[in-house]
C-alpha cells in the first residue's frame, strides 16, 4: 500500500512564497512518475506540475512556469514544489500523486493517470 503525505501549505499575501512537500511511503519511490494537482472551491481538479523519476524531466501548467519548481530526492522519498511569486487565484489544495506508469507529460497531465493521492494540503494567497 502507497501512502502520500503532504506537508507545507499555509497562509500568505500575494507575492509570498510556500513550499510544498510530499513523501511516498510503502513500495520503491524511484519507479513513480509524480505529480501536484490543485482544487479550488467549485472547481475542478487542475494539474500543476509534474516530474519524472529521474528528475531529467519535468512540465508545467502555464499559469505556473517561471513562478513554480517542482523537485524530487529519491533517497528521501519526497517531492517538493516550490511556490514564488503566489498570486490569490493560486489558492486551493494542493494534492501530490504517483503514477507507476513510465513518465510522458502529456499523459501525467491527467489526474486519471495517478493511482496513489495524498489528503491535500490548503494553501491561501490573500489579496
Known amino acids: 500500500q502507497v501512502t502520500l503525505v503532504e506537508s507545507g501549505g499555509g497562509l500568505v499575501q500575494t507575492g509570498g512564497s510556500l513550499r510544498l512537500s510530499c513523501k511516498l511511503s510503502?513500495?520503491?519511490?524511484?519507479?513513480?512518475?509524480m505529480g501536484w494537482f490543485r482544487q479550488a472551491p467549485g472547481k475542478e481538479r487542475e494539474f500543476v506540475a509534474t516530474?519524472?523519476?529521474?528528475?531529467?524531466?519535468?512540465y508545467y501548467r502555464d499559469s505556473v512556469k517561471g513562478r513554480f519548481t517542482i523537485s524530487r530526492d529519491n533517497a528521501k522519498d519526497t517531492i517538493w514544489l516550490q511556490m514564488n511569486n503566489l498570486q490569490p487565484e493560486d489558492t486551493a489544495v494542493y494534492y501530490c500523486?504517483?503514477?507507476?506508469?513510465?513518465?510522458?507529460?502529456?499523459?501525467?497531465?491527467?489526474?486519471?493517470?495517478?493511482?496513489?493521492w495524498g489528503q491535500g494540503t490548503q494553501v491561501t494567497v490573500s489579496s
Open positions: 516530474i519524472s523519476w529521474s528528475t531529467s524531466s519535468t
Open positions: 510503502g513500495r520503491p519511490f524511484t519507479r513513480y512518475a
Open positions: 500523486a504517483a503514477d507507476p506508469a513510465e513518465w510522458q507529460h502529456t499523459i501525467e497531465v491527467r489526474a486519471a493517470e495517478y493511482d496513489y
